[in-house]
């Protein structure tokens, strides 16, 4: 599955960005989808993920109430909806797939996309 993010760019404190992620040759919905960040200098992290068969919805702590994660089936698109922005949300946004959600719980997706920078300016 070839995942491609998008959406990412320069924001203020307190403002908002949507990002989206697309398959080329692959259903998402057959996959749970996932989002996770990479800042400078740290890991990898989980951020977000949706299940397959449900659409259940899982946030890291520092997502919640501030993130949220979608589907479009008829676009066959992810969308990461990500409000109230702060400085520590800076870091290159990943989308991701697995065969179950719990995979991208637990930081081991089936399947990784590219990367879209989001800075987040004071």
């Known amino acids: 599955v070839q995942l491609q993010a998008s959406g990412g760019g320069l924001v203020q404190a307190g403002g908002s960005l949507r990002l989206s992620c697309t398959a080329s040759?692959?259903?998402?919905?057959?996959?749970?989808n996932g989002w996770f960040r990479q800042a400078p200098g740290q890991e990898r992290s989980f951020v977000a993920a949706?299940?397959?068969?449900?659409?259940?919805?899982t946030y890291a702590a520092p997502a919640k109430g501030r993130f949220t994660i979608s589907r479009e089936n008829s676009k066959n698109t992810v969308y990461l909806q990500m409000n109230s922005l702060t400085p520590e949300d800076t870091a290159v946004y990943y989308c991701?797939?697995?065969?179950?959600?719990?995979?991208?719980?637990?930081?081991?997706?089936?399947?990784w996309g590219t990367g879209t920078l989001v800075t987040v300016s004071s």
């Open positions: 991701a797939a697995g065969l179950h959600d719990v995979r991208l719980r637990i930081g081991a997706p089936d399947y």
């Open positions: 040759g692959r259903t998402l919905s057959n996959y749970a």
């Open positions: 949706i299940s397959r068969e449900r659409g259940t919805k």
